[in-house]
C-alpha cells in the first residue's frame, strides 16, 4: 500500500512511521504534490503552531494539495485542527473542511495543556471499529476542535470537545495513535483498511 506522510514545519513524524512500521507498512514523507495525489492513503500529523503551520502549507501550496484529496486522509493532532474553519491559536483560518471551530482550554483547575491519557466515547464509524467506548489515548494538546455534526468520538477535559472527526474521506483524531498502544494502532489499522 502507498502510503505518503505530509511533509511540513510540525513534528512527530518519526514516531508516526514507526507505529506505521509496527503494523507493516512503509510510509514515505514528502511535500510533492504528486507523490501526495497518487497515495492509496495520505497522513497529515502534525505537533506545533497552528498560524505558521498553515503558513508553510500555504506557501507550498499543500493547502490546496490536501483540499484535493479524493483518498482518504487522515489528521492528526494539529492534522485535526488544521483541517477544521479557524483556529483561535493566533486567529487561524485553517482548511474548513470540518464546520467546525478550535478553541483554547479554559480552566481554573486543570493543567493546560493536556498532556497524558485519557478515555475517548466513539461513535459507530470505519475508523473506531474494534475500539470500545471508554479506549485510553494519549494526547498533548491546548487546543481542541468543538463537538460538530462531523465528530465521531469525544472527550472531556475541561469541556467536552471532539478527538475524533470524519467528512467524506477526511478523518481527524486529536490524540496521537502512534502513541496510543494497542487502542492507536487499531485505528491505524482501521485508516488503512478503509
Not at 487522515?74 to 478553541?103: P, R, W
Not at 483547575?109 to 471499529?129: A, E
Not at 467524506?168 to 495513535?177: A, I, K, L
Request: proline share 3%; net charge negative.
Amino acid at each position: 500500500m502507498n502510503v505518503k506522510i505530509v511533509k511540513y514545519n510540525a513534528g512527530n513524524i518519526q514516531s508516526v512511521l514507526f507505529a506505521l512500521e509496527r503494523i507493516g507498512i512503509q510510509a514515505e514523507v514528502t511535500d510533492d504534490a504528486g507523490e501526495i495525489l497518487s497515495a492509496d492513503r495520505i497522513i497529515f500529523p502534525g505537533v506545533g503552531e497552528a498560524s505558521t503551520a498553515m503558513e508553510y502549507l500555504k506557501q507550498r501550496n499543500l493547502d490546496n494539495v490536501i483540499k484535493a484529496a479524493k483518498q482518504p486522509l487522515l489528521g492528526i493532532c494539529l492534522g485535526l485542527q488544521l483541517l477544521c474553519n479557524h483556529s483561535e491559536e493566533n486567529d487561524t483560518d485553517c482548511l474548513g473542511i470540518f464546520d467546525a471551530q478550535v478553541k483554547k482550554f479554559v480552566s481554573d483547575d486543570l493543567k493546560i495543556p493536556q498532556i497524558g491519557w485519557n478515555t475517548i466515547q466513539v461513535t459507530n464509524n470505519p475508523l473506531l471499529k474494534n475500539i470500545p467506548d471508554n479506549s485510553y489515548s494519549y494526547f498533548v494538546h491546548s487546543y481542541y476542535a468543538e463537538v460538530t455534526a462531523d465528530t465521531i468520538a469525544t472527550t472531556t477535559y475541561a469541556n467536552e470537545f471532539s478527538c475524533a472527526m470524519n467528512k467524506n474521506n477526511f478523518y481527524g483524531v486529536q490524540f496521537h495513535p502512534e502513541k496510543s498502544a494497542a487502542t492507536g494502532e487499531q485505528i491505524l489499522k482501521n485508516f488503512l483498511e478503509l
